[in-house]
């Protein structure tokens, strides 16, 4: 199971950070990939942490604001989101992935499990 909390409304060049909250699971043993969707798009990937967390990725919108990191202990991921722009305005998915791509695949088809999403708001 996958729990996101942290979102909410923040004014344009806020920060925010969600957190992603496993149980069931070990963050060793998956990749977890936050996904958004903003109003009338579609699901995209932003950024991810491999297995073991090993590696990271970054989507071109998210680099150099976002940061994620993991908590072992809390077996929690967290999304750092620094700068905030209106456009990253959306519903925050974290989302697990336990077959061997690495670091993560970047479609929503290969995940296994998702959380019920997080809302971020950015007000101009």
């Known amino acids: 199971q996958l729990v996101e909390s942290g979102g909410g409304l923040v004014q344009g060049g806020g920060s925010l950070r969600l957190s992603c909250a496993a149980s069931?699971?070990?963050?060793?043993?998956?990749?977890i990939m936050w996904f958004r969707q903003a109003p009338g798009k579609g699901r995209e990937p932003v950024s991810c942490?491999?297995?073991?967390?090993?590696?990271?990725f970054y989507a071109e919108s998210a680099e150099g604001r976002f940061t994620i990191s993991r908590d072992i202990a809390k077996n929690t991921v967290y999304l750092q989101m620094d700068n905030l722009k209106s456009e990253d305005t959306a519903v925050y998915y974290c989302?697990?992935?336990?077959?061997?791509?690495?670091?993560?695949?970047?479609?929503?088809?290969?995940?296994?499990?998702w959380g019920q999403g997080t809302l971020v708001t950015v007000s101009s």
């Open positions: 989302a697990s992935h336990s077959g061997i791509y690495y670091p993560c695949p970047t479609s929503s088809f290969d995940y296994d499990y």
């Open positions: 069931g699971l070990s963050l060793d043993d998956v990749a």
């Open positions: 942490l491999s297995k073991r967390g090993t590696k990271t």
